[in-house]
């Protein structure tokens, strides 16, 4: 392959993970997450649904922002 075509490539794949990453930052895919895990975990007397949802967001936020910076992006 040309110079062109592996520099084209490289950047299509830069811009496709990039996307990504945003997505995943995003607040609807943090909602979505945070809804799955307090579903799936009992509740506790003082840690139910809605104190699950802030501790799945905050760990969802934690991954992603330690994604993007691994991709030098910027965190959220």
């Given at each position: 392959?040309g110079?062109?075509?592996?520099?084209?490539?490289?950047?299509?794949?830069?811009?496709?993970?990039?996307?990504?990453?945003?997505?995943?930052?995003?607040?609807?895919?943090?909602?979505?997450?945070?809804?799955?895990?307090?579903?799936?975990?009992?509740?506790?007397?003082?840690?139910?649904?809605?104190?699950?949802?802030?501790?799945?967001?905050?760990?969802?936020?934690?991954?992603?922002?330690?994604?993007?910076?691994?991709?030098?992006?910027?965190?959220?």
């Open positions: 392959m110079k062109k075509v592996l520099r084209w490539l490289k950047s299509l794949f830069k811009e496709v993970v990039e996307a990504q990453v945003k997505r995943l930052q995003s607040d609807a895919f943090e909602e979505k997450i945070a809804s799955a895990v307090a579903i799936a975990v009992p509740d506790y007397p003082g840690f139910g649904d809605p104190e699950q949802k802030v501790l799945a967001k905050k760990i969802v936020d934690m991954v992603t922002d330690e994604l993007a910076e691994a991709l030098d992006m910027e965190a959220d």
